[in-house]
């Protein structure tokens, strides 16, 4: 049982990776095809330009690697860390995608720090974005908006990232954080997405995922406790 039970955490890994590698694979590729044309066009600015963003690229996908990878480790070190900065981080890393998906994102973020490892909550925010992004093309929403605030609340952080993507059927916003349940085509998910970022909050960082959704509108909200971030 305990062998299982390492391989079902190391399956669910890998399954993760694999679904936020797609992506970055998707956009690495074209960038590497636009390179090839500024090459033969002899366009050194845009050859030195998405050399850069490959690099980014490729650096993004290594730090999946390691985020997921520390994530099953016992004595991670944990510091204090902005959430503001996080949040920006997992915006800047998803540019691109945002922009060509004519995606508009707004923010309105508090100065809050907390306890924890930066990158494992810009994760969360990427696949919560990235989530945004699919439903806005399963349910062909025209005007996309997304919008991510930042609060203090009752002693815990609080971010909230809302879109108008159509919402969430009632009966799946109970299921939407079990392992493997996807309303995706099997191409495009792997349902593990929210599974591990819930799992990032509760045993990453000793917090919460939730999601509410109405009248077309989802919000999920993060919440982190700020009990502890005194001591260091």
Same mark, same amino acid.
């Given at each position: 049982?305990?062998?299982?039970?390492? !391989?079902?955490?190391?399956? $669910?890994?890998?399954?993760n990776i694999?679904h *936020?590698?797609r992506q970055?694979?998707?956009?690495l590729?074209l /960038?590497?095809?636009?390179?090839?044309?500024a090459?033969?066009?002899d366009? +050194?600015?845009e050859? *030195? +330009?998405l050399y850069?963003?490959?690099k980014?690229?490729?650096?993004?996908?290594?730090? /999946? &690697?390691?985020?997921?990878?520390?994530?099953?480790k016992?004595? +991670?070190?944990?510091?204090?860390?902005?959430?503001?900065d996080s949040?920006? $981080?997992?915006?800047?890393?998803?540019?691109k995608?945002?922009?060509s998906e004519?995606?508009?994102?707004k923010?309105? !973020?508090?100065?809050i720090?907390?306890l924890? &490892?930066?990158?494992e909550?810009t994760?969360v925010i990427?696949?919560l974005?990235?989530?945004?992004?699919?439903?806005?093309? *399963?349910? =062909?929403?025209?005007i996309?908006e997304?919008?991510?605030?930042?609060?203090?609340e009752?002693?815990d952080?609080?971010?909230?990232?809302?879109d108008?993507?159509?919402g969430?059927k009632? +009966?799946?916003?109970?299921?939407?954080?079990?392992?493997?349940?996807t309303?995706k085509h099997a =191409? *495009?998910?792997?349902?593990?997405? !929210?599974?591990?970022s819930?799992m990032?909050?509760e045993?990453?960082?000793?917090?919460?995922l939730?999601?509410?959704?109405?009248k077309n509108? /989802?919000t999920?909200?993060i919440? &982190?406790?700020? $009990?502890?971030?005194?001591e260091?």
């Amino acid at each position: 049982m305990f062998w299982q039970s390492r !391989l079902a955490s190391l399956g $669910e890994m890998l399954a993760n990776i694999a679904h *936020q590698w797609r992506q970055p694979l998707t956009e690495l590729n074209l /960038t590497i095809f636009n390179m090839k044309k500024a090459t033969f066009s002899d366009d +050194k600015d845009e050859v *030195q +330009k998405l050399y850069g963003e490959s690099k980014d690229i490729i650096k993004n996908m290594s730090n /999946t &690697i390691d985020d997921f990878t520390n994530f099953f480790k016992p004595d +991670k070190a944990k510091e204090k860390f902005s959430v503001s900065d996080s949040v920006n $981080e997992a915006i800047s890393l998803l540019e691109k995608q945002i922009t060509s998906e004519m995606i508009s994102v707004k923010t309105d !973020l508090r100065e809050i720090k907390v306890l924890g &490892i930066s990158n494992e909550l810009t994760q969360v925010i990427i696949n919560l974005i990235k989530n945004s992004s699919d439903a806005f093309v *399963q349910n =062909s929403i025209l005007i996309r908006e997304i919008s991510i605030t930042t609060k203090v609340e009752n002693g815990d952080a609080v971010v909230e990232v809302q879109d108008n993507a159509g919402g969430i059927k009632q +009966k799946s916003t109970y299921k939407v954080f079990e392992p493997y349940f996807t309303t995706k085509h099997a =191409s *495009q998910g792997t349902g593990l997405g !929210l599974f591990m970022s819930k799992m990032i909050c509760e045993k990453g960082m000793h917090g919460s995922l939730d999601v509410q959704s109405k009248k077309n509108i /989802t919000t999920f909200s993060i919440r &982190i406790p700020m $009990e502890h971030i005194d001591e260091q």
